[in-house]
Nanobody, 116 residues
Framework: QVQLEESGGGTVQPGESLRLSCAIS????????MGWYRQAPGKERELVAT???????NYADSVKGRFTISMDNAKTTVYLQLNSLKPEDTAVYYC??????????WGQGTQVTVAS
C-alpha cells in the first residue's frame, strides 16, 4: 500500500522560512498530481498548492509569491518551500496524492506554527 510521509514542520517567527517534504513510499504510475493542503484550528481544510505529473502548478491566492511547490524527477517526493511566513499560515499541513481515477491519498500531517 502506498504511504505518504511528511516532514519539515516546526515553529518559526513571522518572516522566516520552512521547507516541507512529502515522500511516497513507492512510485506509482497512476499518480496524477500531488499537493499540499492545510487546516487551521476551527477551519476547514484548504488547498495550498498542487503540482501535476508534468509539473503544472497551482497556488492558493493567499500563498502566491511566498510558497513554491516542486517535485523531484523520480516523482516520489514533493516539496513545499514556505517563505515570508505569517501567523495566519499556522496550520497542520497535509500532503495529498491524487490518482488519475480521482482517488485521494493523504499523509498524517505536519504542524507549522508561526509566532513571535
Amino acid at each position: 500500500q502506498v504511504q505518504l510521509e511528511e516532514s519539515g514542520g516546526g515553529t518559526v517567527q513571522p518572516g522566516e522560512s520552512l521547507r516541507l517534504s512529502c515522500a511516497i513510499s513507492r512510485s506509482i504510475f497512476s499518480m496524477y498530481a500531488m499537493g499540499w493542503y492545510r487546516q487551521a484550528p476551527g477551519k476547514e481544510r484548504e488547498l495550498v498548492a498542487t503540482i501535476t505529473r508534468d509539473d503544472s502548478t497551482n497556488y492558493a491566492d493567499s500563498v502566491k509569491g511566498r510558497f513554491t511547490i516542486s517535485m523531484d524527477n523520480a516523482k516520489t517526493t514533493v516539496y513545499l518551500q514556505l517563505n515570508s511566513l505569517k501567523p495566519e499560515d499556522t496550520a497542520v499541513y497535509y500532503c495529498n496524492l491524487r490518482t488519475r481515477l480521482g482517488n485521494d491519498l493523504w499523509g498524517q500531517g505536519t504542524q507549522v506554527t508561526v509566532a513571535s
